[in-house]
T-cell receptor, first 114, second 112 residues
Protein backbone atom coordinates (compact mmCIF):
# COMPACT_ATOMS: atom_id res chain seq x y z
CA UNK A 1 0.00 0.00 0.00
CA UNK A 2 1.38 3.47 -0.88
CA UNK A 3 2.90 5.38 2.01
CA UNK A 4 3.88 8.90 2.91
CA UNK A 5 7.53 8.77 3.95
CA UNK A 6 9.11 11.21 6.38
CA UNK A 7 12.77 11.69 7.22
CA UNK A 8 14.42 11.82 9.61
CA UNK A 9 12.33 9.96 12.16
CA UNK A 10 13.99 11.89 14.97
CA UNK A 11 16.00 15.11 14.87
CA UNK A 12 17.70 16.93 17.71
CA UNK A 13 18.75 20.51 17.13
CA UNK A 14 20.03 23.43 19.14
CA UNK A 15 17.82 26.42 19.77
CA UNK A 16 18.27 29.00 17.04
CA UNK A 17 19.31 26.52 14.39
CA UNK A 18 17.47 25.92 11.14
CA UNK A 19 15.90 22.54 10.48
CA UNK A 20 14.37 21.02 7.38
CA UNK A 21 11.91 18.19 7.72
CA UNK A 22 11.41 16.08 4.64
CA UNK A 23 8.42 14.26 3.28
CA UNK A 24 7.82 12.16 0.19
CA UNK A 25 4.07 12.17 -0.48
CA UNK A 26 2.26 9.44 -2.37
CA UNK A 27 3.21 9.81 -6.01
CA UNK A 28 -0.18 10.67 -7.57
CA UNK A 29 -1.28 12.96 -4.73
CA UNK A 30 -1.73 16.65 -5.40
CA UNK A 31 -2.46 18.14 -1.98
CA UNK A 32 0.13 18.25 0.78
CA UNK A 33 -0.05 19.18 4.43
CA UNK A 34 2.01 19.61 7.55
CA UNK A 35 0.71 19.09 11.06
CA UNK A 36 2.38 19.12 14.43
CA UNK A 37 1.61 17.39 17.70
CA UNK A 38 3.21 18.63 20.89
CA UNK A 39 3.71 15.77 23.35
CA UNK A 40 0.46 14.95 25.09
CA UNK A 41 -1.56 17.41 23.03
CA UNK A 42 -3.76 17.10 19.99
CA UNK A 43 -2.68 17.27 16.37
CA UNK A 44 -2.67 20.83 15.01
CA UNK A 45 -2.89 21.94 11.40
CA UNK A 46 0.04 24.00 10.12
CA UNK A 47 -0.27 24.44 6.36
CA UNK A 48 -1.74 23.03 3.18
CA UNK A 49 -0.05 23.21 -0.21
CA UNK A 50 -1.45 22.75 -3.69
CA UNK A 51 -0.24 23.64 -7.16
CA UNK A 52 3.09 24.85 -5.81
CA UNK A 53 1.68 27.36 -3.41
CA UNK A 54 0.27 27.57 0.09
CA UNK A 55 -3.50 27.24 0.00
CA UNK A 56 -4.13 27.70 3.71
CA UNK A 57 -2.12 28.16 6.88
CA UNK A 58 -2.87 28.37 10.57
CA UNK A 59 -1.84 30.96 13.13
CA UNK A 60 0.98 28.65 14.17
CA UNK A 61 2.56 28.87 10.73
CA UNK A 62 4.32 32.21 11.16
CA UNK A 63 7.34 33.68 9.39
CA UNK A 64 9.58 31.12 11.06
CA UNK A 65 8.06 28.41 8.90
CA UNK A 66 8.21 27.80 5.18
CA UNK A 67 7.30 24.96 2.89
CA UNK A 68 8.65 23.96 -0.45
CA UNK A 69 8.26 21.31 -3.09
CA UNK A 70 11.76 21.50 -4.52
CA UNK A 71 11.29 18.69 -7.03
CA UNK A 72 8.59 16.32 -8.16
CA UNK A 73 8.73 14.09 -5.15
CA UNK A 74 9.77 15.93 -1.96
CA UNK A 75 7.77 18.26 0.24
CA UNK A 76 9.74 20.06 2.95
CA UNK A 77 9.01 22.06 6.06
CA UNK A 78 11.70 24.52 7.15
CA UNK A 79 11.89 26.12 10.56
CA UNK A 80 14.34 29.00 10.35
CA UNK A 81 15.36 29.62 13.94
CA UNK A 82 14.06 26.89 16.19
CA UNK A 83 12.69 27.58 19.64
CA UNK A 84 12.25 25.20 22.54
CA UNK A 85 8.50 25.24 21.99
CA UNK A 86 8.95 23.91 18.45
CA UNK A 87 9.71 20.51 19.98
CA UNK A 88 6.95 18.24 18.70
CA UNK A 89 6.06 15.48 16.29
CA UNK A 90 5.64 16.86 12.79
CA UNK A 91 3.38 14.92 10.48
CA UNK A 92 3.21 15.26 6.73
CA UNK A 93 0.05 14.20 4.90
CA UNK A 94 -0.98 14.03 1.29
CA UNK A 95 -4.23 13.62 -0.56
CA UNK A 96 -5.14 12.76 -4.11
CA UNK A 97 -7.98 15.27 -4.37
CA UNK A 98 -10.15 17.65 -2.42
CA UNK A 99 -12.68 15.19 -1.08
CA UNK A 100 -10.29 13.80 1.50
CA UNK A 101 -10.84 10.10 0.84
CA UNK A 102 -7.22 9.40 0.01
CA UNK A 103 -5.80 11.37 2.90
CA UNK A 104 -2.71 9.63 4.26
CA UNK A 105 -0.37 10.59 7.09
CA UNK A 106 3.32 9.86 7.34
CA UNK A 107 4.84 8.36 10.47
CA UNK A 108 6.17 11.70 11.62
CA UNK A 109 9.45 13.34 12.56
CA UNK A 110 10.10 13.90 16.24
CA UNK A 111 11.86 17.24 16.57
CA UNK A 112 13.63 17.97 19.83
CA UNK A 113 15.01 21.46 20.34
CA UNK A 114 17.59 21.74 23.13
CA UNK B 1 -15.32 28.39 16.74
CA UNK B 2 -14.76 25.01 15.07
CA UNK B 3 -14.15 22.43 17.75
CA UNK B 4 -14.12 18.69 18.22
CA UNK B 5 -14.58 17.14 21.65
CA UNK B 6 -14.12 13.53 22.60
CA UNK B 7 -15.06 11.41 25.56
CA UNK B 8 -13.92 9.70 27.58
CA UNK B 9 -10.41 11.10 27.79
CA UNK B 10 -9.10 7.63 28.59
CA UNK B 11 -10.57 4.17 28.87
CA UNK B 12 -9.31 0.86 30.20
CA UNK B 13 -11.02 -2.38 29.18
CA UNK B 14 -10.25 -6.08 29.29
CA UNK B 15 -9.34 -7.98 26.17
CA UNK B 16 -12.39 -9.31 24.39
CA UNK B 17 -14.74 -6.62 25.66
CA UNK B 18 -16.53 -4.05 23.54
CA UNK B 19 -16.30 -0.29 23.96
CA UNK B 20 -17.73 2.89 22.48
CA UNK B 21 -15.96 6.20 22.08
CA UNK B 22 -17.81 9.49 21.60
CA UNK B 23 -17.17 12.56 19.48
CA UNK B 24 -19.08 15.87 19.40
CA UNK B 25 -18.26 18.62 16.96
CA UNK B 26 -19.18 22.16 16.06
CA UNK B 27 -17.37 22.34 12.72
CA UNK B 28 -19.37 24.12 10.04
CA UNK B 29 -19.76 23.71 7.16
CA UNK B 30 -19.35 19.98 7.47
CA UNK B 31 -17.63 17.87 4.83
CA UNK B 32 -16.69 14.59 6.46
CA UNK B 33 -15.78 12.94 9.74
CA UNK B 34 -13.01 10.45 10.24
CA UNK B 35 -11.82 8.23 12.99
CA UNK B 36 -8.09 7.64 13.24
CA UNK B 37 -6.05 5.25 15.31
CA UNK B 38 -2.72 6.61 16.52
CA UNK B 39 -0.14 4.38 18.11
CA UNK B 40 2.32 6.15 20.38
CA UNK B 41 4.95 7.98 18.34
CA UNK B 42 3.33 7.11 15.04
CA UNK B 43 1.20 8.93 12.51
CA UNK B 44 -2.59 8.63 12.58
CA UNK B 45 -4.04 5.79 10.52
CA UNK B 46 -7.51 6.15 9.07
CA UNK B 47 -10.19 3.75 10.29
CA UNK B 48 -13.36 5.19 8.77
CA UNK B 49 -14.55 8.24 6.89
CA UNK B 50 -18.17 9.34 6.69
CA UNK B 51 -19.87 12.09 4.77
CA UNK B 52 -23.04 13.95 5.67
CA UNK B 53 -25.38 11.33 4.21
CA UNK B 54 -23.81 8.31 5.91
CA UNK B 55 -25.09 7.08 9.28
CA UNK B 56 -22.81 4.14 9.87
CA UNK B 57 -19.68 2.63 8.46
CA UNK B 58 -17.76 -0.47 9.45
CA UNK B 59 -14.15 -1.50 9.06
CA UNK B 60 -13.65 -4.94 10.54
CA UNK B 61 -14.20 -4.72 14.29
CA UNK B 62 -14.62 -0.95 14.10
CA UNK B 63 -18.06 0.58 13.50
CA UNK B 64 -18.55 4.32 13.33
CA UNK B 65 -21.87 6.14 13.49
CA UNK B 66 -22.71 9.68 12.57
CA UNK B 67 -25.68 11.86 13.48
CA UNK B 68 -25.21 15.03 11.46
CA UNK B 69 -28.27 16.65 13.06
CA UNK B 70 -26.89 16.44 16.59
CA UNK B 71 -23.28 16.64 15.37
CA UNK B 72 -22.28 13.50 17.19
CA UNK B 73 -20.31 10.44 16.20
CA UNK B 74 -19.31 7.26 17.94
CA UNK B 75 -16.73 4.57 17.33
CA UNK B 76 -17.61 1.10 18.55
CA UNK B 77 -14.87 -1.47 18.92
CA UNK B 78 -15.98 -5.08 19.12
CA UNK B 79 -14.08 -7.91 20.78
CA UNK B 80 -11.11 -5.73 21.68
CA UNK B 81 -7.56 -6.98 21.25
CA UNK B 82 -4.35 -5.95 22.96
CA UNK B 83 -3.26 -4.28 19.72
CA UNK B 84 -6.24 -1.94 19.95
CA UNK B 85 -4.40 -0.05 22.68
CA UNK B 86 -3.85 3.38 21.12
CA UNK B 87 -5.31 6.86 20.90
CA UNK B 88 -8.46 7.17 18.83
CA UNK B 89 -8.89 10.55 17.24
CA UNK B 90 -12.04 12.04 15.77
CA UNK B 91 -11.29 14.45 12.94
CA UNK B 92 -13.88 16.66 11.30
CA UNK B 93 -13.36 18.37 8.00
CA UNK B 94 -15.15 21.39 6.66
CA UNK B 95 -14.27 23.49 3.67
CA UNK B 96 -14.40 20.91 0.89
CA UNK B 97 -12.58 18.29 2.88
CA UNK B 98 -9.48 20.30 3.61
CA UNK B 99 -7.78 21.36 6.77
CA UNK B 100 -9.13 19.08 9.39
CA UNK B 101 -10.06 19.89 12.97
CA UNK B 102 -8.68 17.26 15.30
CA UNK B 103 -10.21 16.13 18.55
CA UNK B 104 -7.97 15.54 21.57
CA UNK B 105 -8.34 11.78 21.27
CA UNK B 106 -9.40 9.00 23.61
CA UNK B 107 -6.57 6.92 25.01
CA UNK B 108 -7.69 3.27 25.01
CA UNK B 109 -5.81 0.64 26.99
CA UNK B 110 -6.74 -3.00 26.49
CA UNK B 111 -5.52 -5.26 29.27
CA UNK B 112 -5.10 -9.05 29.15
Amino acid sequence: EPEVTQTPSHQVTQMGQEVILRCVPISNHLYFYWYRQILGQKVEFLVSFYNNEISEKSEIFDDQFSVERPDGSNFTLKIRSTKLEDSAMYFCASNVGQDGHGYTFGSGTRLTVV
Amino acid sequence: KNQVEQSPQSLIILEGKNCTLQCNYTVSPFSNLRWYKQDTGRGPVSLTIMTFSENTKSNGRYTATLDADTKQSSLHITASQLSDSASYICVVSGNYGQNFVFGPGTRLSVLP
